[in-house]
């Protein structure tokens, strides 16, 4: 009876410290009564008069354990919670409801947070029809096609290469002050042949237009043009000016650390992911791109893993949903071999997204 006792005490630490008392006692007590039904029906004219109301809040205790503490309401803040299912369900009452071109995007990014690219085209697609001349809503559509691209045959992603190009430029034509529709068109001029669009001068043109609107990413522009280049010495130069005009922000050093990886200077990497992590972080998903840049390269897990925690414990954002956050802390503790946290950190996962792949196969490898 002490967990109903503490109920009385202390609600808060009946509910946070004694969850497992709190399971054990009522786990008990069902399994009794079916165990001894006359000692049940003694214990009910007896005791459960006086019991009732501990128990109903334990129940009420109980059935607070299986809610977020601060359940988000909208499909954003739904989606920003990394709490897929529940944004695909809500969403998908509102379409049924009222059809609205808003509601296709946020069905195309929840698709989009799922990995399931294909599965988010015709959302995406549908958005764009219904607002053909909101910017944001081409530059998801260019996303999806451009993530679907990168993981299909060659004739395919050549098709969809062409599509990336026409969404990413309408979205900078209807709107020429996002900074991130014209990194994304930046980026898609660096990376895609000429075939179907590409082009260095077209890249650096992007980063001179993003000078006045941000001028960090205009210095990661420049900064990639160079890497591509081989001019390690100017990309370095460039990524370190990123870092000042962002006035140190968590993204730069990030970009900085990633390029440290890619030159195999992994010692320098650290330092800089270190770095970032002692100043005010000013973009929370910093942190899990420095945690998933050490989880590849098989370095600093400890340091992984603080990231992620820190992450967790901050205001998620879409950008990198806590599915995913919670899946790459389960596949550091299974590196470590805590198979038995590994598998929680799973099924944290899966109770946000259940078809997430990546989080049923952990489960499945930790044998839980």
């Known amino acids: 009876m002490q967990f109903v006792e503490a109920v009385h005490s ?19 007590f069902v399994q009794g009564i079916w165990a001894n039904p006359a000692k049940y029906r003694a214990f009910c004219g007896i005791t459960i008069a006086r019991l009732a109301p501990s128990l109903l809040t334990s129940f009420s205790l109980l059935a607070m354990l299986s809610l977020p503490i601060a359940a988000a309401e909208t499909p954003q803040e739904l989606l920003a919670a990394g709490r897929v299912d529940q944004a695909l369900q809500a969403l998908e009452r509102q379409i049924q409801t009222t059809s609205t071109a808003e509601t296709y995007n946020l069905l195309c990014r929840a698709h989009f947070e799922l990995d399931a690219w294909d599965a988010g085209i015709p959302a995406c697609e549908k958005a764009v029809s219904l607002a053909p001349d909101t910017g944001l809503y081409h530059l ?15 004739l395919k992603a050549a098709g969809l290469a062409k599509k990336v190009h026409t969404e990413f430029e309408r979205a900078v034509a209807l709107d020429p002050t996002s900074w991130e529709a014209r990194t994304d068109l930046a980026e898609f001029y660096l990376e895609a042949p000429a075939i179907v669009g590409g082009g260095e001068d077209k890249a ?13 990413m205009a210095h990661w522009v420049r900064a990639r043009l160079a890497q591509k280049n081989k001019d390690v010495v100017m990309a370095e130069q460039e990524y370190r000016a ?37 100043r005010p972080i000013d973009r929370p998903a910093a ?43 389960g596949e550091l503790l299974e590196k470590q071999g805590d198979f038995k946290a590994a598998a929680e950190e799973y099924r944290s996962a899966l109770s946000m997204a ?8 952990g489960l499945q490898r930790v044998g839980r």
Not at 142 to 153: L, Q
Not at 254 to 274: I, K, P, Q
Request: net charge neutral.
């Open 354 to 361: 259940h078809t997430f792949n990546r989080a049923q196969e």
């Open 10 to 28: 202390d609600p808060k630490q009946a509910l946070f410290a004694q969850r497992r008392d709190c399971l054990e006692f009522v786990e008990g």
């Open 287 to 329: 942190l899990m791109d420095a945690a998933g840049m050490l989880f590849r390269t098989g370095r600093a897990d400890p340091m992984a893993m603080r990231l992620v925690r820190r992450y967790l414990a901050s205001a998620t954002v879409e950008e990198w949903p806590a599915f995913k956050a919670h899946n790459l802390l």
């Open 140 to 154: 998801w559509l260019g996303r999806i096609y451009g993530e679907s691209a990168d993981r299909t045959n060659f």
């Open 242 to 278: 990123a870092i000042d005009a962002s006035h140190g922000g968590a993204r730069a050093w990030v970009n900085l650390a990633g390029f440290y990886r890619h030159t195999s200077r992994l010692e320098d990497m650290e330092r800089a992911l270190l770095t970032m992590e002692s």
């Open 204 to 216: 650096r043109a992007q980063a001179d237009a993003l000078l006045a609107l941000n001028p960090g």
